[in-house]
């Protein structure tokens, strides 16, 4: 709330200055922040889940009750049981153990209202999922009529239950006869395909996998002649 006050000060023999005025604001009201994520980030249930690019933020506001406000001073965060650490710009999760991590932030104004530490748990993910291929054997010669081939890998990580994944043969040796001409072949895990769709030459399975924070990873299997 805000005050006008009006003084004036009298000397010895009764001279009296002209009357001054000062308007005093007072701000008893501490500020208010929240915290929040740019980049890769999911949410599951009521735990948000980043990657160790993720950028947090601390944002803040220092609220006056229509009279003016002291504004924000200073902003403090802390990771699990970790030091107080006082923020000046987005800072990420790299480093830290992954699983659930509990964050502390508050901030404080210049006439050191400080706000209630607010408590917020986070979910960091930090590796990609796993690839493993499994079939088509490597090394391995496949005829048309005689031979299937069969595609068989598997995905897997540890926080996301359903990581995507896409899969292709890919054709890294042309051997003569051309069928369809088509290099890249998209696959998906189970199927059986015959090898006179696919032109002559030397194949490799290539499945692609990434996690609901776009940590991602690659594998290629072995190679097998067509």
Known sequence: RAATIRYRGEDMLGNLEAQNTALLVVDATPP??????????????????????????????????????????????????????????????????????????????????????????????????????????????????????????????????KPSSSAFLVRILDKGKTVADVPRVPVFQGQVIDPATLDDGIWVLEVSASDFVQNASSRAGGELEV
């Open 32 to 161: 208010q922040s929240s915290l929040s994520a740019e980049g890769p980030q999911f949410l599951d249930g009521a735990t948000l889940w980043v990657s160790s690019h993720t950028g947090l933020v601390i944002s803040d506001g220092d609220p006056d009750g229509g009279a003016g406000a002291a504004g924000v001073d200073s902003r403090t965060y802390r990771v699990d049981s970790g030091a107080p650490v006082e923020y000046d710009a987005a800072f990420t999760l790299a480093g830290r153990n992954e699983g659930l991590r509990i964050l502390g932030f508050y901030a404080e104004d210049n006439v050191l209202n400080r706000e209630v530490e607010h408590i917020q748990s986070m979910g960091l993910d930090a590796s990609p999922p796993t690839v493993n291929i499994f079939l088509p054997a490597a090394d391995e010669t496949y005829l048309a009529g005689r031979d299937p081939i069969t595609v068989n890998f598997q995905v897997r990580d540890y926080f996301d239950i």
